[in-house]
């Protein structure tokens, strides 16, 4: 299940974390989200993120593998 988490501190901090996106899924899914909370300040990128252009790599390197 795909989810967006906002987390607000205290002090009046957010912070979106999402849930069950793979690669820049997440950022296009919050996009509208972040532009409503003001400047963003950090980023933090999941395994998640990065496990998805892994696999789009490889995924492009057996296909130029088989071509050859």
Do not use: V, Y
Not at 43 to 56: D, G, I, K, M, V
């Amino acid at each position: 299940m795909k989810t967006i988490e906002i987390i607000i501190s205290p002090a009046g901090k957010t912070r979106l974390q999402t849930h069950g996106f793979t690669g820049s899924d997440c950022q296009q899914a919050s996009r509208l989200l972040e532009q409503a909370l003001g400047q963003k300040l950090t980023e933090t990128l999941t395994p998640a993120f990065h496990e998805s252009q892994n696999a789009q790599r490889t995924h492009q390197q057996t296909d130029n593998s088989s071509t050859e």
